[in-house]
């Protein structure tokens, strides 16, 4: 697996990252009557509190299986959200701290108004992020799902994708967007996504030479990110090469035996596991043909695997989905497919309930394969291939389902 940063994000971003995307604070100075005041009321507020109001401590849970660089299966279990509750801060040094702190935020924006909820007053979002979409969520079902799995799986078998030869490169280019779920000044959790962009990845059969190119990462050069392995580490499901994938079994029942076998322990649940490693697999390889229709009807053997009638890749591209919902934290991931050809055109996370600030029905993860092909160099871009810029604005697809 591709192992760079991945771009997904699904937790608030923390005071540093903050600090280094929004413009810096003002540097306000307070009166003194200004300031005997704030104090009166924050001691007053701290006098009155009760036992029974500690602050919340119990710790964040990890909510599983992404992410721009990696693919899902790569990362590690992605970070856990962290709630947007504060603790209470006792004494009076700290009570004064944090009013200058919020006095600061005010003078700094744009009307200097009184407060977050102030007419005219913006909150500003991070920097290169749109609100997420908000979409319906159409209930899934097993019904028809069979059927389509066996149309995905042919079509994928009758793919004609040419065997890379020595010195070549298997090239990926998608457009993707991920979740920034950042809290506002006001204390209130929004949720706002990456523009949707571009974003191209070169590997080698046996993963030991890459390159990675997201322009729009404003932490990664525009000329992109070495992906070379010189230490050749052991290849996995979760970090495979073209070379591996070659090795494993095209039977689905053999395939899905190893998918749970092989990830054991990880992840929010064997079978919430072994469908993201499989999604993982597909999202941004190029996968041998034979394989990747073992794979799909593999995943419709993973209970909770269901059939949405229809989805929306980060290109607008509507289709049918191949999709299962994260129990513990409700976000459902779909596999989306030309409704005629069947092929694979992207992936899109949506939230199926309220969990953490994120509202259900936020699209909080968006892609689409635009080109698979094998090439003869990294950063070669096969014929009619647009380079790596930043996407016009597929960003906010169709909101109908």
Not at 18 to 40: F, I, K, N, Q, V
Not at 181 to 187: K, M, R, V
Not at 311 to 331: K, N, Q, W
Not at 342 to 369: M, N, P, S, W
């Amino acid at each position: 697996m591709i192992r760079t940063p991945w771009r997904r994000r699904e937790e608030p971003l923390d005071r540093a990252e903050l600090a280094r995307l929004l413009p810096a604070p003002g540097d306000p100075e307070l009166s003194s009557d200004r300031l005997s005041g704030l104090e009166e009321h924050l001691m007053t507020e701290i006098r009155n509190r009760t036992p029974d109001t500690a602050p919340d401590t119990a710790p964040a849970t990890s909510t599983g299986a992404p992410p721009a660089g990696l693919s899902e299966g790569d990362r590690a279990p992605r970070p856990a959200r962290r709630s947007g509750r504060r603790p209470v801060l006792v004494g009076v040094a700290a009570a004064l701290a944090l009013a200058a702190a919020g006095v600061a935020g005010l003078a700094g924006s744009p009307d200097g108004s009184g407060g977050p909820e102030s007419p005219g007053r913006a909150v500003t979002p991070p920097a290169g992020a749109v609100p997420a979409p908000v979409v319906q969520v159409v209930r899934g079902s097993t019904a028809g799902l069979a059927g389509a799995v066996a149309d995905i799986s042919g079509a994928a078998a009758r793919a004609e994708l040419p065997e890379p030869g020595p010195g070549q490169f298997l090239y990926v280019r998608s457009l993707v967007s991920w979740l920034v779920s950042w809290e506002g000044a006001d204390g209130k959790n929004r949720s706002y996504v990456d523009e949707i962009h571009p974003r191209e990845v070169w590997m080698s059969p046996d993963g030991s030479k890459g390159r990675l190119i997201e322009p729009y990462k404003k932490d990664l050069d525009r000329d992109g990110i070495t992906l070379d392995d010189a230490e050749g580490g052991e290849r996995t499901l979760n970090s495979p090469s073209y070379d591996y994938l070659r090795t494993l079994p095209t039977d689905p029942d053999l395939l899905v035996k190893k998918v749970y076998d092989e990830t054991e322990g990880m992840g929010n649940g064997p079978d919430q596991q072994a469908f993201s490693t499989i999604g993982d697999l597909l999202r941004e390889q190029v996968v041998p043909p034979k394989l990747a229709a073992g794979l799909y009807r593999a995943a419709a053997r993973i209970p909770g695997v269901v059939l949405v009638d229809d989805s929306v890749d980060a290109a607008g591209r509507h289709g049918v989905a191949i999709a299962r919902t994260d129990e513990e934290d409700g976000s459902r991931t779909e596999w989306i497919f030309d409704r005629e050809t069947y092929t694979y055109l992207g992936e899109r996370t949506v939230q199926t309930r309220d969990v953490e600030g994120v509202k259900a029905g936020t699209v909080t993860g968006h892609t689409a394969v635009t080109d698979r092909a094998v090439v003869d160099a990294v950063k070669q871009r096969p014929a009619g291939s647009a380079p790596g810029e930043r996407a016009a604005s597929p960003a906010t697809p169709s909101a109908g389902t």
